[in-house]
């Protein structure tokens, strides 16, 4: 620790206090709430300003930041010291109090803009520059003038906008989960999952891609961050593929596609689906279920995808050996934790305790473990780690505040929402289209919990009045919002592959959309079929329902990549068009027929996949097999 320089050995203290006081926070809360928003803060801009001026090219630059650094911090000082005073003087700031608030919200952009990028900045700069010109406009988009103080204050020390529901779900929910999912990083889970996708993955030609599928789906449990799994996982598996067969755009596209999932996969779903449960006022544990069934059947439809690829590249079967030990030594690093996760969630735990709890079982479960018990300074540089992305997930959510307070203020909301109402015409399907859209876009330019955030503020209001539950509302937009970081032309985890593979990233882009689509469908699915929302009132359309989904998505993928237990002729391609269309048709309309004639009906279409896929196998040529 010698060699460690001030500003590294700020950084330090500054992370490991921060996670001590979040841990302590999450069993009990010695502050108002607005007070622990404030503390918060702070840790926030501590945690952003140093690490990026630690890494800062110029000394300029460098001791720019730590300025700004300061300045924040007495802002947040002065915010602590007059919360009473500010709270009773919403939109009514003295001298000190303006200047506070215009420093706050300064560095909370310049903070976005270190971590995010410009794209999240300007969304923001648009909407808040409405605030304050908007008066300007004729039309419906027209509000009243707002002072300058007035409007500051909103958005800042008036104890709104950069403060309340998005600080809170920053500080009370999304924090520790993701300190967790940094401390799970350094008992080398991930050799683990690599090891229980071999499982899968042994016997099939598409073993090595379904290897990266099973594995992203696992540490998707705990991470909720599509590029983060990129990261941990491809080191590993894109050897694994490139091998077998697939080419480097391909493999990386394979990457890609599985590792976005990860924010579809209970129990940590990232930011968005925090902010989901508390916009929907109902317990996280909520959120989770809902997402159970449409996850597995994401990932099945991947899982299918990439065997199918295979197929048609007829690739070999690579056995690859696994490490039984290994898997008995360190799986209850994974499961103990993951347990005590659901069951916790399940019985509405909060999700800051929860999370607490879980890295606790980590740690001893961790250290009890040798071949996985990490070093002092290993595990200091993980929380440390940890810190600093929960900040920079805190900054964005911060300014995502900063929006929504717009929003509300001048009724931009409402306006949008019935904007878009009368171009959907009243029908739902071209609002869900319009909001498919917008979240694609937003989801291409800001990170996803920003994108789902927007998407949730301003479309759920239309969607809602034309009858769509507001459970299943939140999940359309919060799929969109995720399957955008694998849409070209942006897509994060795309271009966090290539950087791994070393590919091309517009064909890594084509590859991971192709496998990703069956991500366009499940919402939609999910909109029309309550079998999402666990509603078995109709049983028989119920369960003919899942039968379809599979059968649909089997025979998409089958499309996709023209091939099922060999490659496609032009007879093929017809059957899997018919029950692709039979299969979503029935579950989107399948209510209307009596259950009698669905179950027929549903039986048909299986019948009709089966003769195709039996009548594939027939003329399969017998596949070879190779050791890694």
């Known amino acids: 620790m010698k060699n460690v320089s001030l500003p590294k050995a700020v950084l330090t203290v ?9 841990a302590v926070a999450s069993q009990y809360l010695y502050f ?17 300003f140093m690490s990026y001026a630690i890494k800062a090219k110029s000394r300029l630059a460098a001791v720019g930041l730590y300025l700004c650094l300061a300045a924040a911090l007495a802002c947040c000082v002065y915010v602590y010291g007059n919360i009473e005073e500010l709270e009773m003087s919403q939109g009514f700031p003295t001298r000190a109090a303006l200047l506070a608030g215009l420093c706050l919200i300064l560095a909370t952009a310049l903070g ?9 900045l300007l969304v923001a700069v648009v909407f808040v520059a409405y605030f304050f010109f908007g008066h300007l406009l004729s039309g419906p988009l027209y509000h009243p003038a707002f002072g300058f103080d007035y409007v500051v204050s909103m958005l800042s020390v008036g104890l709104s906008g950069l403060y309340g529901l998005f600080m809170s779900i920053s500080a009370d929910q999304v924090f520790m989960f993701v300190v967790f999912g940094a401390l799970l990083g350094i008992f080398k889970v991930e050799g683990l999952l690599m090891e229980l996708g071999k499982i899968l993955g042994r016997r099939l030609r598409g073993g090595a ?17 599509p590029v983060a799994n990129v990261a941990i996982t491809g080191p590993f598996v894109l050897p694994y593929m490139n091998k077998s067969g697939y080419s480097v755009d391909e493999a990386g596209g394979i990457l890609a596609c599985s590792a976005t999932g990860s924010q579809l996969m209970p129990p940590v779903m990232g930011a968005a689906a925090f902010m989901m449960a508390t916009f929907i006022g109902r317990p996280y544990a909520v959120v989770m279920l809902a997402a159970i069934l449409p996850a597995m059947l994401f990932y099945f439809a991947v899982a299918v995808g990439v065997q199918f690829l295979s197929v048609r590249k007829d690739l070999q079967i690579v056995h690859m050996d696994v490490d039984w030990a290994l898997i008995r030594r360190r799986l209850p690093v994974f499961v103990l934790p993951i347990g005590l996760i659901f069951a916790m969630l399940l019985m509405r735990y909060s999700p800051s305790n929860t999370a607490f709890w879980a890295s606790v079982v980590t740690l001893i479960t961790g250290f009890a473990i040798k071949d996985t018990r990490p070093g002092r300074r290993e595990l200091v540089r993980s929380l440390v780690s940890g810190a600093v ?8 959510l911060a300014l995502i505040g900063m929006v929504a307070q717009t929003l509300i203020s001048t009724g931009l909301g409402s306006k949008l929402a019935s904007l878009i109402h009368i171009l959907a015409g009243g029908q739902l399907f071209i609002a869900l289209l319009v909001t498919m859209v917008v979240a694609l876009i937003l989801g291409c330019a800001v990170p996803p919990a920003a994108a789902y955030a927007l998407c949730a503020i301003i479309i759920i209001p239309t969607l809602t009045p034309m009858g769509v539950d507001l459970l299943r509302a939140h999940m359309f937009c919060f799929y969109f919002s995720i399957i955008a970081a694998v849409t070209p032309p942006v897509g994060l985890a795309s271009l966090a592959a290539t950087g791994i593979s070393g590919g091309n990233y517009a064909l890594t882009s084509v590859h991971g959309f192709r496998l990703s689509l069956s991500g366009f469908i499940l919402p939609f699915l999910i909109i029309y079929n309550p ?3 666990f509603d078995f009132s109709n049983a028989a359309w119920a369960a003919c329902s899942l039968v379809c989904i599979l059968t649909g998505l089997t025979s998409l993928d089958a499309l996709l990549y023209g091939a099922m237990a060999r490659p496609f002729t032009a007879r093929d391609y017809t059957l899997s068009a018919v029950v692709m269309l039979a299969s979503f048709w ?13 179950v027929l009906v549903t ?5 009709l996949l089966a003769a195709q896929w039996f009548r594939q196998v027939r003329g399969r040529p017998s596949v070879a097999l190779r050791t890694a």
């Open 112 to 120: 976005t803009w270190l971590c995010w990028g410009l794209p999240l």
């Open 32 to 48: 108002s709430q607005w007070e622990h928003q404030t503390i918060h803060f702070a840790f926030l801009f501590l945690m952003v």
């Open 389 to 396: 992305t929960g900040a920079k997930i805190g900054i964005s």
């Open 586 to 598: 029935l579950t989107i309309w399948g209510a209307q027929l009596a259950p009698s004639v669905c």
């Open 603 to 607: 039986l048909g279409v299986v019948a």
């Open 209 to 225: 891609g379904l290897t990266g599928v099973f594995s992203n789906s696992l540490i998707g449990m705990v991470s909720g961050a």
């Open 14 to 22: 500054g992370g490991l206090a921060m996670v001590v006081y979040h």
């Open 531 to 533: 079998l999402f929302s």
